[in-house]
């Protein structure tokens, strides 16, 4: 996620403006830009477990995918063997592409997650590399502070 950009859920100036225009214009606007800067950092989480669960077994017996014992109640043989044999192993050969696409898709969200907790691993340490670059800046005596007795 681009943490740069303007319109972010967060209470940024620009998130701020378009909510008060929202109100100003129509008030549903308003309050729907008030739960994007609330929630909007749930989304993807929500979109995530969306499809998870839209992946779930009770969704996939429409798409064929509980074998061959389901299938056939779902899509009955058509008594034409040659058919019924070749649309088996088309529908094998789906599953097949979908399994590999699945592992593809968690290959990717872990090289995702782990150059995130890289990338949070580098900002932590310039932080603290800058945090005891001033501490060694400041003078060890604080003679000079605003509350001297």
Not at 19 to 39: E, H, N, Q, R
Not at 91 to 120: I, N, S, T, V
């Amino acid at each position: 996620m681009n943490q740069s950009s303007y319109i972010r859920p967060d209470w940024t100036p620009a998130t701020v403006a378009l909510m008060v225009l929202g109100f100003v214009v129509f008030w549903p606007l308003g309050l729907a830009m008030l739960a994007y800067i609330l929630y909007g950092d749930r989304l993807q989480d929500f979109k995530r477990e969306a499809n998870r669960k839209m992946d779930a077994a009770p969704f996939r017996r429409w798409r064929g995918e509980w074998g061959r014992g389901s299938c056939r109640t779902r899509f009955h043989e058509t008594g034409n063997t040659a058919f019924d044999e070749w649309r088996r192993t088309e529908l094998d050969r789906l599953e097949a592409e979908r399994r590999k696409l699945d592992e593809m898709r968690a290959e990717f969200d872990r090289y995702a997650a782990e150059l995130r907790r890289a990338k949070d691993r580098e900002e932590f340490d310039r932080f603290m590399r800058e945090r005891s670059n001033r501490s060694e800046d400041r003078p060890a005596d604080d003679s000079q502070g605003f509350y001297q007795s």
